[in-house]
C-alpha cells in the first residue's frame, strides 16, 4: 500500500473517531503485529487488557486500519 492509501485510511479512521467515538483512535505497535481500535482500552481497570486481546493482529499498519474500518461500517 502506498502512502496515500495509507493517509486515506487515516482521514477516515480520524473521521469515524471524532463523528462516533469522541475523536478516540487507538493505533498499537506490538513485536507481533499492529492493533488498532476506536476508542480508548480502560488499561486501569482489567478489562482494557481484555480489550486490547480481542482486537485483532495485524502484519501492518494499513491493515489493522482497514481492519478497524471495517468493523465499524
Known amino acids: 500500500m502506498n502512502n ?6 487515516i482521514k477516515f479512521a480520524n473521521f469515524i473517531a471524532n463523528k ?5 483512535l487507538t493505533i498499537m505497535k506490538f513485536t507481533t503485529g499492529w492493533k488498532t481500535m476506536f476508542g480508548t482500552p ?9 480489550e486490547v486481546r480481542s482486537i485483532p ?6 491493515e489493522s ?8 461500517i
Do not use: F, P, V, Y
Request: glycine share 8%; aromatic share 0%; proline share 0%.
Open 57 to 62: 493482529m495485524s502484519k501492518n499498519i494499513s
Open 65 to 72: 486500519l482497514l481492519k478497524a474500518i471495517e468493523q465499524e
Open 42 to 50: 480502560n488499561l486501569d481497570s482489567g478489562r482494557g487488557r481484555e
Open 4 to 9: 496515500s492509501n495509507l493517509d486515506l485510511l
Open 20 to 24: 462516533n467515538h469522541d475523536g478516540h
